[in-house]
């Protein structure tokens, strides 16, 4: 049977801040197969691993988070820096963790970690789900990679954040810390596990083909239109007023999307920069997405408003308790840092929800730069603005 506990820390002493993480986490747990960490860039996160490997020596996996997180006592943030641990006690549950720096071939990097995942976990088998957290570059080769070794094995998590999207996120993986990379959980278990993949927003009538894409994740025309002249067109705005980091703001709520192959699952793509590459005769608005696009392909325009994105977390974690049929002991979830800014300061209308879902189930939240996971039939994939919402059953 899973058992799994939360704990957390605001201390500005950060060894001293590992250690009330993980003594509070661990409280009661006496087999430990895994530990989640999420903390603050703040944060010296080396110390943070070496207090928590006085209380505990399971494997830790994790990232930074955007300016905070959320467990079951509200949502937590400090200028000190912050850390939350989840802790998984199951002693029928193998885990076999692994991470490797990032490198020319990013594929291959993620066949080589999958590969050492498989062997840390002392077997030879595919595991029956796995967690990935990546730095936000190259997450979707990564993932190709790690399929590549085990199948389409089912996936949930989310990329490593910081507070300004200023590259200052991290990964976490046992006591190295990685500034571009990616890491891996591989789940050998017979218990349940389930995932929530979703964005919630509502589809609008403004859809297009795209026909302009550079370097996979550039959108340079939809129609045969500027991306960013489209764009502005349809959300009513002017081009110059979505030039550079406004984009990003602005598209929070207002974002683009495109549909798996069945129809099951639309995986947001956050529109981050608007470019202007052009010269003075010249205009190139195009826009710098979160994730790969392929020309030929429709994609939508999405909205939702700030109480629609307050209200997604609630409704994710009753849709996930819909999937799962064990009763949960743990859950992990991964929400947007781009959706958190949306939110605002309603940010603790989002403890609210997640707390009245999960009833008393120890959970944490951690804020990312990317979503992974997967939905009914479709593939696994990688979106922004998304929720990657996991539930642990019991059995």
Known sequence: MLKSKVGYSINPDSFEM????????????????????????????????????????????????????????????????????????????????????????????????????????????????????????????????????????????????????SGNWKIICNDKIISDGVAVAFFYTDNEIATSFTGQYKETNNIGLITGVKDSRTLVSIDGISALKKYAHWIGASPNDLKGKNL????????????????????????????????????????????????GTAIIQLEATQQELIQATGNAIKELKRKIYAEPAAYVLIHCGGRKIGIGEKIDEVHKQLLKETKGVPFITTFTFGEYGYDEHSANICGGLMLSFTAFGKN
């Open 248 to 295: 990003l703001n602005a598209s929070i709520t207002k974002p683009l999307g495109i549909k798996d192959p069945l129809g099951n699952l639309t995986v947001i793509r956050h529109p981050m920069f608007g470019n202007d590459m052009g010269t003075k005769t010249t205009s190139d608005d195009t826009i710098t997405l979160g994730n790969k696009v392929v020309e």
């Open 18 to 165: 590992g250690i009330e993480t993980a003594s509070k986490a661990t409280k009661d747990l006496s087999n430990i197969q895994l530990n989640f960490l999420y903390t603050s860039t703040k944060c010296d996160l080396k110390n943070v691993v070496k207090g928590i490997q006085t209380i505990s020596k399971a494997p830790i996996i994790g990232c930074t988070s955007s300016e905070g997180i959320i467990v079951p006592d509200g949502y937590i943030t400090s200028n000190d820096g912050y850390a939350g641990m989840l802790s998984l006690n199951d002693p029928n549950m193998i885990i076999g963790v692994a991470c490797h720096e990032a490198g020319r071939d990013a594929r291959t990097i993620g066949r080589k970690v999958a590969i050492a995942a498989v062997e840390n976990a002392q077997t030879t088998r595919a595991p029956a789900y796995f967690y990935m957290v990546a730095s936000p570059k190259e997450e979707e080769e990564y993932l190709m990679g790690i399929q590549d070794v085990i199948g389409r094995v089912p996936v949930f998590g989310g990329s490593a954040a910081d507070d300004d999207v």
